[in-house]
């Protein structure tokens, strides 16, 4: 199987770049030695491995490090929910799902997935952090342009646009801001001089932190952006974005890579660029967003920081990132090529549990890496559960916005919109389009709230759907406790939680809907439920 | 310089992960702790070196930007345009400076405190504006922590605070996005209290919950412990580690001191109607409470001074509030020995234009003006009773010596042992000052000196 790989990876090393030696292919420590499957997480059962599985037990196994068991598919239909469209399963989903015979069920899962709205929704609030759509403050795309670049950034994930032609609409368009939406990618930076442009461009596109290159580079590559520029209309905070006719005499420029670029009298520059970026010879524009699909998906990039590409910061899995980078190619810079690709593969769809102790298991993605509910995922889930509400707000600009409560969290469009809870939460401010700006790391706070805070509690104990539960589950308890495991935790209780769960329901003058507000708020306080898993 | 750190003794942190005080502390329940010390240590809060004695900020933000010329600039004499009927001022505690007639217990506190009357920025939008006062710093590609983050990076749990309630406390809701923890990320923003101190149960977001006994709330930890499935199966791994360090926390504030110290009937009757029976007036007391048990960092979030409209009439209504409140606040920190180590910091994001807006719809009212404004500072090693810098006749620009945003705010990190020139450690990795004072393009009119032992 390996043999298939071999020739881009002779096509990577012909680029004369540092290229990872070929890997070989030889029997490892196979899967001995590893812990039995885990009760409700787990299945000894494993999926035919693929070559990014090939790719990843070739380093594992030169470490001696064992992967992590396969998840179990009440863990499985959860994850890929929360990761693919930032949503949690309803019960019927996931019941389906359980008991569907279809040996290829994850992946008809997986297809699905990405053809439904919430896709397009939570793909686009991602989008949205890396552009730094937000009306105010220090980016100042104003309301009615922030509307019209979500909108459209939306429209082409939905739409599956190429990735290439994403881009480079991205940095070519010319026009009203309102009209031609894809400007609003000059205006969402701070500073509009080409220094700050070229650097939001290498870090959105290139993943690189522009800061840090020699002056000689950067001046290169400011040229292209030299000549943007902007005038108003008589619309209120209507922009356009066009190349200044007054500097049209030819330029010199200098792609990143050193090469020279001679750009005649009348040229936009920007095309130029947009050119060399998205042409295979760039070798930082595939390998950008193929790692931080992987990082999105796996939560941790093969190169780590995902927007952090440099060669002293060297990737922990070189063939893995050469083999996505060379089906990104394949595949038409189609990004749901690759999404396929990484969400099918056996690595994926590993346990949490980890086999291994060994220090780099984590960054050569031995197991799947826990993380907290991203701030807007848990907004929602936690209103579908307990109706707890958000109350969006924007000060800024004036008159203020106000968002409907109904509107889920995952497609609020601009990042000045916001809440208390989305704040508390990590949900990022959209300034600098750093991935790190996001920050999913708990806090005493974030506990204060769901443990205890008053509008978690009255959303629970004033809950219909709650109330509708316990009453239908009058004469039989266990209903009950199913029913809020499958819709908080997507999975079955096993047989020593119902246990423990039934002493709560049972026995004299026992208040069955107070017990069931308490296990709902022990189940949703439970990390199972917070986190990723 | 810079920052002490704490060594020899166990920080709390330190000590609930070793599992000293965990769940044991908490199998005691409420009221069974030591009574009356809320602070962890041995005999309270390290002393910081030499001249720099300040522990705690007290931070009045006069949301909405307060107008100048009715509060501490007055300008009896600049006609009744500028004036209105506010047009009386009264002498104070220290000869030679003259306040509003409208805040006659802070005039008696007059000797507590410093004026400083040129305050300016030229900004007058809100968001800027609160960035800017907040932070010390103009707006530009990275959005800065405020000092109250900073504050919370350098005395919070990193450095060996060991306090019970979280280092940077806001009451009663948040001021927004612009005066909070910027890219130093949500760990350092304020918790923000919710409820209202003035109700008889101050319900503490979080901490206090409306109808859940205690017994209810610990069997629910029990059995939340009891379904913690996948926490078991996952071992040793550091984001559940973190989860539950942070859960450990958060109970103890649920069941700990913390909650006696958001009680405010604790204090006699008669010093809790000196603060002022309304939720300012409370805030106060509640704010000396928390820096009596060493939170270095209580923002009062004093909502309303955004008067466009029915200017006079607001002010009417709220300047006796203010007096009372904050004069009984400086006298009650004086009286107990704190107001020495707690500096107390009132301000707006800007002030209000000196001229009236007499015409509709504004009918009477005074807008944004960030050209000259006031500031008053004191305890912690600022000196009382003086006035630095002064506006011109009506309050409109600075006639001497400006003062900006960053020389207050450093300065005060100055008195709290926190280096301005010194490094600002920061998620992003990047190398960065607190808020050095020769910084290139800051307007500054160097360290408050006149204030300065």
């Known amino acids: 199987m390996l043999a298939a790989i071999v020739p881009f990876l002779a096509a990577i090393q012909a680029r004369g770049e540092q290229g990872p030696g070929i890997p070989q292919d030889r029997a490892g420590a196979g899967d001995g030695g590893k812990a039995p499957a885990v009760g409700p997480f787990e299945t000894p059962f494993s999926a035919q491995h693929g ?438 935790l997507s999975r079955e209780p096993t047989a020593a939680e119902l246990a423990a769960v039934e002493m709560c329901f049972t026995g004299k003058g026992v208040n069955r809907q107070e017990a069931a507000v308490d296990l709902a708020w022990a189940l949703i306080n439970t990390k199972e439920f917070l986190f990723r898993h | 310089m810079g920052v002490r750190l704490e060594t020899g003794t166990l920080t709390r942190r330190q000590a609930l992960k070793a599992g000293l005080l965990g769940a044991a502390g908490l199998a005691l329940g409420p009221g069974l702790g030591a009574p009356g010390r809320l602070w962890a240590g041995e005999d309270g809060p390290p002393a910081p070196d030499g001249p720099k004695r300040a522990r705690s900020v007290i931070q009045i933000w006069m949301w909405g930007g307060p107008s100048h010329l009715d509060t501490f600039d007055p300008k009896p004499n600049a006609g009744y345009d500028y004036c209105g009927p506010l047009d009386k001022d009264m002498p104070t505690n220290v000869d030679g400076i003259r306040i509003g007639a409208k805040l006659p217990l802070l005039a008696g506190q007059a000797d507590k405190y410093s004026i400083i009357r040129s305050m300016t920025h030229g900004i007058a939008a809100h968001e800027t504006a609160s960035y800017i006062t907040q932070t010390g710093r103009p707006p530009g590609r990275l959005v800065y922590p405020s000092a109250g983050a900073v504050v919370a990076l350098f005395k919070g749990y990193d450095h060996g605070y060991k306090g019970l309630a979280p280092p940077y406390v806001v009451l009663t809701s948040p001021q927004g996005r612009f005066s909070e923890s910027g890219f130093l990320g949500p760990k350092y923003k304020p918790f923000a209290t919710g409820g209202d101190p003035n109700r008889p149960r101050f319900e503490v977001e979080g901490i206090i919950a409306p109808g859940i006994s205690d017994e209810r709330q610990l069997s629910r930890r029990e059995l939340l412990h009891a379904l913690d499935s996948l926490g078991k199966a996952v071992q040793g791994n550091p984001e559940f580690g973190k989860f539950d360090l942070c859960e450990e926390n958060a109970y103890r504030m649920m069941f700990g001191e913390a909650r006696r110290l958001f009680d405010l009937s604790q204090e006699k009757d008669e010093l809790r109607d000196r603060y002022g029976r309304n939720t300012f007036g409370q805030s106060c007391l509640a704010a000396r409470r928390l820096v009596e048990a060493g939170v270095p960092y209580v923002t009062i979030n004093y909502k309303g001074w955004d008067t466009h409209k029915n200017h006079f009439e607001i002010m009417n209504r709220k300047l006796p509030e203010m007096d009372g409140g904050m004069a009984t606040l400086l006298a009650d920190l004086s009286e107990r020995g704190l107001l020495d180590s707690t500096i107390v910091w009132w301000s707006g994001e800007f002030g209000r234009t000196p001229k009236i807006d007499w015409e509709a719809p504004w009918n009477g009212g005074r807008g944004h003006f960030g050209s000259c404004f006031s500031a008053v500072i004191a305890g912690g090693g600022f000196k009382g009773g003086r006035v630095v810098g002064a506006s011109d006749d009506r309050g409109e620009n600075v006639a001497d010596r400006p003062v900006y945003p960053r020389d207050l705010i450093a300065s005060m990190y100055e008195l709290l042992g926190i280096d301005p020139d010194g490094p600002l450690p920061n998620p992003l990795g990047l190398d960065l000052k607190v808020l050095p004072w020769d910084e290139a393009g800051a307007e500054t009119g160097g360290r408050l000196t006149e204030l300065l032992e």
């Open chain 1, 51 to 488: 070559l990014v599985d090939e790719l990843v037990t070739f380093v594992l196994r030169e470490r001696g490090i064992q992967p992590a068991h396969s998840c179990s598919d009440a863990v499985f239909v959860r994850r890929v929910f929360l990761d693919v469209i930032g949503t949690l399963p309803s019960p019927g989903e996931v019941r389906d799902f359980l008991d569907d015979g279809n040996p290829d069920k994850r992946s008809a899962l997986i297809d699905e997935l990405m053809e439904r709205d919430e896709f397009a929704d939570y793909w686009a609030l991602k989008w949205g952090d890396l552009l730094r759509v937000k009306a105010e403050f220090p980016i100042n795309l104003w309301p009615n342009a922030v509307q019209a670049y979500h909108r459209w950034i939306r429209e082409s994930i939905r739409t599956n646009k190429p990735y290439d032609r994403f881009v480079r609409e991205l940095l070519t368009s010319s026009g009203s801001n309102f009209r031609v939406p894809a400007v609003n990618f000059y205006r969402a930076i701070q500073g509009r001089g080409a220094s700050a442009i070229a650097g939001a461009v290498a870090l959105t596109f290139m993943g690189v932190r522009w800061e840090n290159w020699p002056a000689e580079r950067r001046a290169g590559m400011e040229a292209f952006f030299s000549r943007v520029a902007f005038k108003g209309t008589a619309e209120w905070k209507e922009e356009i974005v066009f190349q200044d006719p007054a500097r049209s005499g030819a330029l010199d420029g200098a792609f990143p890579d050193g090469s020279r670029a001679a750009i005649p009298a009348g040229a936009d520059p920007r095309c130029a660029f947009a050119d060399w970026l998205i042409s295979a010879r760039n070798e930082w524009f595939a390998r950008n967003i193929v790692n931080r699909i992987w990082s999105w998906l796996l939560g941790r990039g093969i190169v780590h920081e995902p927007d952090d590409l440099r060669p002293d910061n060297p990737a922990s899995n070189p063939y893995l990132l050469a083999y996505l980078e060379w089906e990104l190619g394949r595949g038409g810079y189609d990004l749901r090529h690759i999404y396929r690709i990484i969400l099918n593969s056996c690595t994926y769809q590993q346990s949490s549990i980890p086999q291994s102790n060994h220090q780099s298991a984590g960054a050569l993605f031995a197991y799947y890496k826990v993380r907290q509910l991203d701030a807007e995922v848990l907004g929602d889930a936690l209103r579908q559960l307990c109706g707890v509400r958000e109350n969006y707000i924007s000060m800024i600009p004036e008159p203020f916005t106000f968002v409907p409560a109904e509107k889920r969290c995952i497609t609020l469009c601009d990042g000045s919109i916001t809440s208390p809870f989305l704040e508390l939460f990590g949900r990022p401010a959209r300034d600098t389009g750093l991935e790190s700006e996001r920050n999913n790391t708990p806090s005493d706070a974030q506990r204060l709230f769901l443990l205890n805070s008053s509008g978690l509690q009255k959303g629970l104990a004033g809950s219909r759907w709650l109330r509708a539960l316990v009453k239908a589950g009058m004469k039989d308890h266990r209903r009950i406790i199913g029913t809020l495991y499958l819709t908080v």
